[in-house]
């Protein structure tokens, strides 16, 4: 059986800042239906090889192949919005694609974001605002979704939502996923390959792997060795407008479970350390 398609393979890439080297010698591939996380420290140039792979920095040495006629869609670190602009999230989807109110109300579902479509921009919390972001990518049909620290702002039940939610529509998609994270434990074990980058490569490969990997333990740690698999509790449902509510009741009207809503998601899930150690 032939390994999936290429999307986008980066070669032997440096980019420099004057005598400095930001990036050295850093090659990696995405495949369609492929996770691939970027994990460094600040300044690891992470950020600086996404930009190099989608063409807005020009590498000093490399190449950078995307297949023929690639979509891709971008999701940046946050949602940067003047907060006396009127901006509803309708107006905001509108503004980055051609689709209509039908098709931006089914990828908001997508993301568990529809009660967000004629909110204000600067109304909603840090998880929704993340959720905008992901649809606004998403509605570029993308064969390839680049997400640069998707989690921003997050609290940690809303990171895991979101890193299984990532994972799901890569899933129904296809797509492949190039994520840019430092969220070790959360990412590590929501991936299929990690590139350890600190302006190199350090290691790479399946996530076990690399967190053995003695340039990983001496980035992060000895305790980064273990491995933190997080099994998100399926025991509720979401309704159409963000609630949750018990599995099976989905569709019912919103009067009859809105006193256990919580539209910033900060209600309370059942999640399931399971650490497995290397």
């Not at 996923?177 to 590590?188: E, G, N, Q, R, Y």
Request: include cysteine; aromatic fraction near 2%.
């Amino acid at each position: 059986m032939s390994p999936p398609p290429i999307l986008l393979q980066c070669d032997a890439l440096t980019v420099r800042r004057g005598e400095r080297a930001v990036l050295d010698n850093v090659s990696l591939t995405v495949r369609a239906g492929e996770i691939v996380t970027l994990i460094g420290p600040n300044g690891a140039g992470k950020t600086t090889l996404v930009k190099t792979a989608l063409g807005l920095v020009k590498p000093d040495q490399g190449s950078v192949r995307q297949s023929p006629k690639l979509r891709i869609g971008y999701m940046p670190q946050r949602l940067a919005v003047d907060p006396t602009l009127p901006l509803t999230v309708r107006r905001f989807l509108a503004l980055w694609s051609k689709a209509d109110a039908e098709a931006m109300r089914a990828t908001l579902a997508e993301v568990g974001a529809t009660h967000t479509f004629d909110r204000a921009i600067q109304t909603l919390s840090g998880g929704e605002a993340q959720r905008v972001l992901l649809a606004r990518a998403l509605l570029r049909q993308p064969d390839l979704l680049v997400l640069d620290e998707p989690v921003q702002a997050v609290d940690v039940h809303g990171q895991i939502e979101l890193f299984e939610l990532i994972g799901d529509i890569r899933n129904r998609r296809g797509c492949g996923v190039l994520l840019v994270s430092h969220d070790l434990h959360l990412v590590m074990a929501r991936t299929d390959t990690v590139i350890c980058l600190n302006r190199h490569v350090c290691c790479h490969g399946k996530p076990e792997d690399v967190s053995r990997h003695p340039e990983y333990v001496a980035l992060f740690g000895r305790h980064a060795e273990a491995l933190a698999v997080y099994h998100h509790s399926h025991d509720h449902a979401h309704a159409d407008d963000g609630c949750v509510v018990p599995a099976g009741l989905e569709h019912t009207a919103h009067a009859d479970h809105a006193a256990s809503c919580d539209h910033d998601h900060g209600h309370d899930h059942h999640h399931h350390g399971d650490h497995r150690h290397g």
